[in-house]
């Protein structure tokens, strides 16, 4: 497509729960969109990054810097008649920041789709038409109780599975609840964002003792980089080790497998550069028999519309992350994904199916990066 102009656009939605992980609670997401509108038709793209830099060392503010110095400059500086797939290239020289070159990636991608009258789904394969969705449920101010009645509510809409977020004193006592209200049919598994020590032993006691209560994964118990701890440990429990914030590319999910760090992968397009890094991360494992599902990152229906396509690809066999709309919003930026028997139906319109109801971006602000 050939570019006119190239926009930040920056909204907050307030979230329906807090959503407290280990690294923090949020109250709001903080959304950053990148909007292209191009000669042909327009594209919308969704930065994950969370605002400050806890989940991994990008963040929203540092992403919205580089998109506008570095990346943006780069990208139309042969021209402005460009393929999605030539970002990457474009970009070759610039290491990391995977976050805000998704966005940038997704954005042209979605305009070149919408241009040639396809769906992301058509366009990345997709075998299923509809998604089975797994439900992230954080960890709640109201401790066991609140954790009870939210999966109770969570069960009773349809959620085919439950991941609950564990922390250093919040981990053995609300599994173990879970296990004991819900029974050991509940297909449950935690995910810990890095947030225990391989060198400390009562957080590898604690992992352990998770690893006795029948969870379908432990997700990135350790830091992204301690591939050979994470490696040590999952020769050491039953339960498969998933990881999430350590896969940054398809290179690095290569490395990680090879290692026997993980046995399952959780991909994030938000996380990994975009649709064509996703696509290579998805055929790496498929080609290794290692199962994948998608995660997610408290996208609007901007980044969750991504998701969905990703998650109907044929080696997305586990369920994911991808919740409904109103898991987090009670009004969502598009038109809401709605949950219907456990799943969410792929969009099938051109490109990723969805764009910003103009009632929500009235709120938003906007940055001209080309124009
Ligand atoms: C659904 C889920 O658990 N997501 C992430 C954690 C997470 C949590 C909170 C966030 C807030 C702002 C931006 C990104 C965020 C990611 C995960 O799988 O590890
Ligand atoms: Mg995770």
Redesign the pocket.
Known sequence: VTVERLELVRVSLPLVTP?R?SFGV?HE?DALLVHVRAREAQGWGEC????APV?SEEYTGGAAHVLEHQLVPRLLAPGRTLRAEDVGLRLAGVRGHRMARAALESALLDAQLRAAGRSLAVHLGATRDRVAAGV?VGIPDGGIPELLEQVEGYLDAGYVRV?A?VARGSDVAPMQALRTRFGARLRLQV?A?AGYDPDTPADVAALDALDELGLLQI??PFAPDRLLAHAAHAARWRTPVCL??SITDAARAVEALALRACRIV?VKPGRVGGPFETVRIHDACRDRGIPVWC????ETGIGRALNVAVAAMPGFELPG?TSASDRYFREDLTDPFVLVDGHLAVPTTPGIGREPRDEVLATATRLPLAG
């Open positions: 959503f992980t949020q997401r994950v990054t969370p605002a989940y992230s991941k977020k995910d964002n997700e990135q999430d914030e959780n995660g997610g990152m408290l992350d």
